[in-house]
């Protein structure tokens, strides 16, 4: 057994020498959702039900480019990354062939980020399910094994999906989360949890199709596992743990009346079958759908559309081929019939909906099924399983539990579930601004206290001005970091995802390079996290590929930091003694300097973007013609590392530029053991940023590691409760580039730093 690197004590992450670990992460990589050959972003229908002949072997990056990648992210801060992979890329081919080299590949990456000494959290990711069903995560095979056929999605709306989308361009900005309530998501889901009490006549391989799922599910993460535990250097040393699958959704388990739409289903945008009209959609029949679009106060509806598959169906067909995967379907489980009339839910010859609360009640007890009961009995089965897997290979890993999002977290406190290693990662995203992709500083919602039924009336949610907005996304994270401890016991809380849309009102910032909205909100964000005094937090994202045409390559979303259209942040917001060329990246040098290993292939990458190439690009220039620095200021940020002692509280003044930490211990720092503080140059550059501490010393120095040089601040804080402030350069920020104000800022700075430079 390796030793720890990160210890849970007294619900806090802790170092071997008692320091309180905050853990500072950020997803790594948005490209992982899709494979790497063919290279298969979303807006690509080329070969797309070629499923089982894909591969991710170059995801989330190459090994050449892992360095460049890793020592990004290090120099802006984050310690920690939560490893995206999926299913599919393990499992692609068919049941039980595992793609080893796809394993081997994940291996020398994570060796590589024990280079950097990131604390790493594997997620098997998910959305939706699966690609073939709009979202990531599981194999394309596993939708053929629950009797649907991917390839009539489009026709039946069974799910909406950007490949198969008649203008790519045109998809509808967030309506990929709309899936997990039509048919193919809703029912795999149900299968996925439930199959054994709702879908009993589902049987393949002799079992049903919930375990059929859910051991190839359980034992290809297991398999991945396995093999890092194999690979005998990165179990407790980089890999401290496992999360369970992202974003679990109960399907259509629980529905209390099929032929309606649940009051508690908040998200409404295009158009929102009731489950009866998506299950009669897959069936062929036309329906009239309700349309809605998203406001600020939540959905509003707009119309209706006649939706008319024209007799295709989204169930595999009679004639389909059920043995290409080398299963055996048990005789009962017809095809060219929708199952849930097979289970008696409705009658196809009279289209006639007979048991609305077919899934209203557990069949077993009796008892109904709203989601606290899905959590405590469904996903705590599946948990279990998932634990259990992990630890046979990785024995005392961290254990992650995601629950279903903004639900209520399973009550295990006091019960055998209730682990010493657990951490519960609950997610957040102000649901206004992802929907609406706009970031309004007059009001919002506190979306967590109406679901909580918190006011008598969704109006009294309402907050108005920038400071009761930012105040309520503080409290909103607070109350799932409290729900979290008194339902599952005193376990850190992880938010494992948080994050801003980029395109916000219609891309107005890649035509400006102004980021002020984007920066706004993330910097509202990371108050909130910095206030709620979580445990470690996860920002979702980083983007290999991300470009303003396209986003993040994947159904329209936009939320990487990073952009092969944008200019990288330099290191520190003072310019050293060399010239500026302003139609470069500002960061060139800086960059090329701490992204360790650059090469030939990609140092032009690393120095330029493709709007700054001499090269044509291909892409609209009014997209590209103004990189910006995507609100670096906002997620660039201090951060208390390593505290000896206990985080009191802290937070980051960006409009001041002040950083402030209090820490209570119950002994003085020791000489080897400070507190440990993360203090950007981009903020604090050392000549001009002012340290007051109450007690103790402390010293700035900028340390190498692995190429990558970051500034920190030592402190070696006495006994007792003690505070320190930082101030560093407050300045204006999201200065166009190449104009007379971005040049006429850097001769200020350039001839010592004038008081100009901290007008905001």
């Given at each position: 057994?390796?030793?720890?690197?990160?210890?849970?004590?007294?619900?806090?992450?802790?170092?071997?020498?008692?320091?309180?670990?905050?853990?500072?992460?950020?997803?790594?990589?948005?490209?992982?959702?899709?494979?790497?050959?063919?290279?298969?972003?979303?807006?690509?229908?080329?070969?797309?039900?070629?499923?089982?002949?894909?591969?991710?072997?170059?995801?989330?990056?190459?090994?050449?480019?892992?360095?460049?990648?890793?020592?990004?992210?290090?120099?802006?801060?984050?310690?920690?990354?939560?490893?995206?992979?999926?299913?599919?890329?393990?499992?692609?081919?068919?049941?039980?062939?595992?793609?080893?080299?796809?394993?081997?590949?994940?291996?020398?990456?994570?060796?590589?980020?024990?280079?950097?000494?990131?604390?790493?959290?594997?997620?098997?990711?998910?959305?939706?399910?699966?690609?073939?069903?709009?979202?990531?995560?599981?194999?394309?095979?596993?939708?053929?094994?629950?009797?649907?056929?991917?390839?009539?999605?489009?026709?039946?709306?069974?799910?909406?999906?950007?490949?198969?989308?008649?203008?790519?361009?045109?998809?509808?900005?967030?309506?990929?989360?709309?899936?997990?309530?039509?048919?193919?998501?809703?029912?795999?889901?149900?299968?996925?949890?439930?199959?054994?009490?709702?879908?009993?006549?589902?049987?393949?391989?002799?079992?049903?199709?919930?375990?059929?799922?859910?051991?190839?599910?359980?034992?290809?993460?297991?398999?991945?596992?396995?093999?890092?535990?194999?690979?005998?250097?990165?179990?407790?040393?980089?890999?401290?743990?496992?999360?369970?699958?992202?974003?679990?959704?109960?399907?259509?388990?629980?529905?209390?009346?099929?032929?309606?739409?649940?009051?508690?289903?908040?998200?409404?945008?295009?158009?929102?079958?009731?489950?009866?009209?998506?299950?009669?959609?897959?069936?062929?029949?036309?329906?009239?759908?309700?349309?809605?679009?998203?406001?600020?106060?939540?959905?509003?509806?707009?119309?209706?559309?006649?939706?008319?598959?024209?007799?295709?169906?989204?169930?595999?067909?009679?004639?389909?081929?059920?043995?290409?995967?080398?299963?055996?379907?048990?005789?009962?489980?017809?095809?060219?019939?929708?199952?849930?009339?097979?289970?008696?839910?409705?009658?196809?010859?009279?289209?006639?909906?007979?048991?609305?609360?077919?899934?209203?009640?557990?069949?077993?007890?009796?008892?109904?099924?709203?989601?606290?009961?899905?959590?405590?009995?469904?996903?705590?089965?599946?948990?279990?399983?998932?634990?259990?897997?992990?630890?046979?290979?990785?024995?005392?890993?961290?254990?992650?539990?995601?629950?279903?999002?903004?639900?209520?977290?399973?009550?295990?406190?006091?019960?055998?579930?209730?682990?010493?290693?657990?951490?519960?990662?609950?997610?957040?995203?102000?649901?206004?601004?992802?929907?609406?992709?706009?970031?309004?500083?007059?009001?919002?919602?506190?979306?967590?206290?109406?679901?909580?039924?918190?006011?008598?009336?969704?109006?009294?949610?309402?907050?108005?001005?920038?400071?009761?907005?930012?105040?309520?996304?503080?409290?909103?994270?607070?109350?799932?970091?409290?729900?979290?401890?008194?339902?599952?016991?005193?376990?850190?809380?992880?938010?494992?995802?948080?994050?801003?849309?980029?395109?916000?009102d219609d891309k107005k910032a890649y035509q400006t390079g102004d980021y002020s909205s984007q920066s706004a909100a993330l910097d509202a964000n990371y108050f909130a996290v910095e206030g709620a005094k979580l445990e470690g937090h996860c920002l979702w994202l980083y983007t290999?590929?991300?470009?303003?045409?396209?986003?993040?390559?994947?159904?329209?979303?936009?939320?990487?930091?990073?952009?092969?259209?944008?200019?990288?942040?330099?290191?520190?917001?003072?310019?050293?003694?060399?010239?500026?060329?302003?139609?470069?990246?500002?960061?060139?040098?800086?960059?090329?300097?701490?992204?360790?290993?650059?090469?030939?292939?990609?140092?032009?990458?690393?120095?330029?973007?493709?709007?700054?190439?001499?090269?044509?690009?291909?892409?609209?220039?009014?997209?590209?013609?103004?990189?910006?620095?995507?609100?670096?200021?906002?997620?660039?940020?201090?951060?208390?590392?390593?505290?000896?002692?206990?985080?009191?509280?802290?937070?980051?003044?960006?409009?001041?530029?002040?950083?402030?930490?209090?820490?209570?211990?119950?002994?003085?720092?020791?000489?080897?053991?400070?507190?440990?503080?993360?203090?950007?140059?981009?903020?604090?550059?050392?000549?001009?940023?002012?340290?007051?501490?109450?007690?103790?010393?402390?010293?700035?120095?900028?340390?190498?590691?692995?190429?990558?040089?970051?500034?920190?601040?030592?402190?070696?804080?006495?006994?007792?409760?003690?505070?320190?402030?930082?101030?560093?350069?407050?300045?204006?920020?999201?200065?166009?580039?190449?104009?007379?104000?971005?040049?006429?800022?850097?001769?200020?700075?350039?001839?010592?730093?004038?008081?100009?430079?901290?007008?905001?």
């Amino acid at each position: 057994m390796n030793a720890f690197r990160l210890f849970i004590e007294d619900g806090q992450f802790r170092d071997p020498h008692g320091r309180q670990v905050v853990l500072r992460g950020i997803n790594v990589a948005g490209d992982a959702k899709l494979p790497s050959d063919p290279d298969q972003p979303s807006q690509n229908p080329d070969a797309f039900f070629d499923g089982d002949n894909v591969n991710f072997h170059a995801r989330p990056f190459t090994q050449q480019d892992a360095h460049v990648h890793f020592a990004r992210v290090k120099r802006y801060g984050f310690n920690t990354i939560r490893y995206v992979f999926t299913w599919e890329a393990i499992e692609a081919a068919g049941p039980g062939k595992y793609d080893e080299e796809y394993i081997q590949h994940t291996i020398e990456i994570l060796r590589i980020a024990k280079r950097y000494g990131f604390f790493v959290f594997m997620d098997p990711h998910q959305d939706v399910w699966s690609r073939f069903t709009g979202g990531s995560g599981a194999p394309m095979w596993t939708v053929y094994a629950c009797g649907l056929n991917p390839q009539s999605f489009a026709a039946t709306e069974a799910a909406i999906v950007h490949n198969t989308y008649p203008d790519p361009a045109k998809f509808p900005k967030m309506i990929w989360s709309t899936n997990y309530y039509r048919l193919a998501a809703a029912t795999i889901f149900t299968f996925f949890f439930a199959g054994r009490d709702f879908a009993p006549k589902c049987i393949i391989d002799g079992v049903n199709i919930q375990d059929y799922l859910q051991d190839h599910f359980v034992k290809a993460c297991g398999h991945l596992a396995q093999r890092i535990n194999e690979a005998g250097d990165l179990e407790n040393e980089v890999v401290m743990g496992w999360e369970s699958m992202n974003e679990p959704n109960r399907g259509l388990t629980g529905y209390v009346d099929l032929s309606q739409i649940p009051k508690e289903q908040n998200l409404k945008k295009g158009t929102c079958p009731t489950i009866w009209q998506t299950i009669l959609n897959g069936s062929g029949r036309a329906c009239e759908i309700d349309e809605y679009e998203m406001g600020g106060l939540g959905p509003y509806k707009t119309g209706s559309r006649l939706v008319d598959p024209h007799g295709e169906i989204a169930w595999l067909p009679v004639e389909y081929d059920d043995t290409k995967y080398g299963w055996k379907r048990d005789p009962g489980w017809k095809f060219g019939e929708c199952i849930w009339a097979q289970h008696g839910v409705w009658d196809p010859t009279t289209d006639t909906l007979l048991k609305k609360d077919y899934f209203k009640k557990n069949p077993r007890t009796g008892k109904e099924i709203d989601y606290p009961e899905f959590t405590n009995t469904y996903f705590m089965d599946f948990w279990r399983r998932f634990k259990d897997s992990c630890r046979s290979a990785h024995k005392d890993c961290i254990m992650l539990m995601q629950y279903p999002t903004l639900e209520i977290p399973p009550n295990i406190k006091g019960t055998p579930d209730d682990d010493p290693r657990l951490v519960f990662t609950p997610h957040y995203y102000d649901g206004i601004t992802l929907m609406t992709k706009h970031w309004n500083s007059t009001w919002n919602v506190d979306v967590v206290g109406v679901l909580r039924g918190k006011y008598w009336h969704p109006a009294f949610a309402i907050k108005v001005g920038e400071t009761a907005i930012r105040n309520c996304l503080r409290d909103q994270l607070k109350f799932l970091s409290d729900e979290g401890k008194e339902q599952t016991g005193n376990h850190p809380c992880i938010l494992s995802e948080f994050g801003i849309p980029y395109d916000m009102d219609d891309k107005k910032a890649y035509q400006t390079g102004d980021y002020s909205s984007q920066s706004a909100a993330l910097d509202a964000n990371y108050f909130a996290v910095e206030g709620a005094k979580l445990e470690g937090h996860c920002l979702w994202l980083y983007t290999v590929n991300n470009d303003h045409q396209w986003g993040d390559q994947w159904n329209g979303e936009d939320l990487s930091i990073n952009s092969v259209d944008d200019r990288l942040p330099p290191s520190s917001a003072v310019p050293r003694n060399q010239s500026i060329d302003a139609s470069k990246p500002t960061d060139s040098a800086n960059d090329v300097a701490e992204d360790d290993n650059v090469t030939p292939a990609n140092l032009q990458r690393t120095l330029t973007s493709p709007s700054i190439s001499s090269v044509p690009s291909g892409k609209d220039p009014q997209l590209t013609n103004a990189p910006g620095l995507r609100a670096a200021e906002a997620f660039i940020r201090p951060t208390p590392t390593f505290v000896a002692g206990t985080a009191v509280e802290y937070g980051f003044d960006l409009r001041n530029c002040t950083f402030t930490l209090q820490v209570s211990s119950q002994s003085a720092a020791g000489d080897a053991n400070p507190t440990i503080i993360y203090l950007p140059e981009f903020h604090f550059p050392r000549d001009i940023s002012d340290v007051d501490a109450s007690g103790g010393k402390w010293e700035m120095s900028s340390d190498e590691d692995e190429g990558t040089s970051l500034q920190r601040l030592k402190w070696w804080n006495p006994q007792g409760k003690h505070e320190l402030r930082i101030t560093g350069l407050a300045r204006k920020h999201n200065v166009p580039p190449g104009t007379e104000e971005e040049e006429g800022y850097l001769e200020q700075c350039r001839e010592g730093y004038s008081s100009s430079c901290s007008v905001m």
